[in-house]
């Protein structure tokens, strides 16, 4: 580590949401980059990013090998369950478009957005 990186602990808040978001993904397997993607939609801090990929495998929530990682899970986020809306003034969390309806993923470390409608469907692999 040098002098501008900080340790994270793996109980961090971004961490934890990181791992309940990996724990739903929509997929048999994904490439390294599509993982890192929906990770940025928590942070886009390379050192949370990192510990949330190595805290994930340590716990059997995914394999990853050779740039490609496989959840374990097959428990994927439901729009008619885990996503809910809200009416106000947002940005997205993934593009930054201005929302008057956010949509947000409700996991069990806390909820994860807002997202427009086009968003929270890259996000949860609906598209």
Do not use: W
Request: charged share 35%.
């Amino acid at each position: 580590m040098n002098g501008d990186e900080r340790a994270v602990e793996p109980t961090d808040d971004r961490v934890e949401l990181g791992l309940a978001l990996l724990e739903r993904l929509e997929h048999e397997s994904l490439p390294l980059p599509a993982v890192v993607d929906r990770i940025e939609t928590v942070t886009t801090d390379p050192t949370v990013t990192r510990t949330i990929l190595d805290q994930a495998e340590l716990r059997g929530i995914i394999d990853r090998e050779d740039g490609i990682v496989r959840p374990k899970s097959r428990q994927y986020v439901q729009f008619d369950r885990d996503v809910i809306t809200k009416d106000g003034e947002f940005s997205c969390r993934r593009c930054g478009s201005g929302l008057s309806t956010g949509y947000f993923i409700d996991l069990d470390a806390g909820e994860l957005g807002p997202y427009g409608s086009s968003c929270i469907r890259k996000v949860t692999g609906r598209e």
